[in-house]
């Protein structure tokens, strides 16, 4: 099953990955063929799950605190840092849009 350019298009923004190599088109058609195989699984009379432990009780442990003061130690994991505080990539950085965009299946 061949992924269309507009599908292509929306997951990106949706993700905000761009797929601009063959990989990663490739990758995401292997991913669909495997999502694929639910439809083959018979769910007739099956009731919706919130969760797989919905039958179960869950209680809340205590929150000792056993640790603390390395935050020094722990932002010495950084790759950039501002303060003290990690610097993530921007994820709200949205993608131009698909005619804007240089794409290998532009055309197809």
Avoid: W
């Avoid at 797929?19 to 639910?38: C, H, N, P, T």
């Avoid at 799950?49 to 209680?59: A, K, Q, W």
């Avoid at 809340?60 to 722990?74: I, Q």
């Amino acid at each position: 099953q061949k992924v269309s350019v507009e599908v292509l298009d929306h997951l990106e923004h949706l993700a905000l990955v761009d797929f601009r190599d063959s990989e990663g088109v490739e990758r995401l058609q292997k991913a669909i063929e495997f999502a694929d195989q639910l439809h083959e699984v018979n769910t007739d009379g099956v009731e919706p799950m919130d969760s797989v432990l919905e039958d179960r009780c869950l209680y809340l442990r205590e929150d000792d605190v056993t640790e603390g003061n390395c935050t020094k130690e722990l932002l010495e994991n950084a790759r950039e840092k501002v303060e003290e505080y990690f610097v993530a990539p921007p994820g709200n950085i949205p993608l131009p849009k698909l005619e804007e965009r240089d794409t290998f299946l532009q055309g197809s």
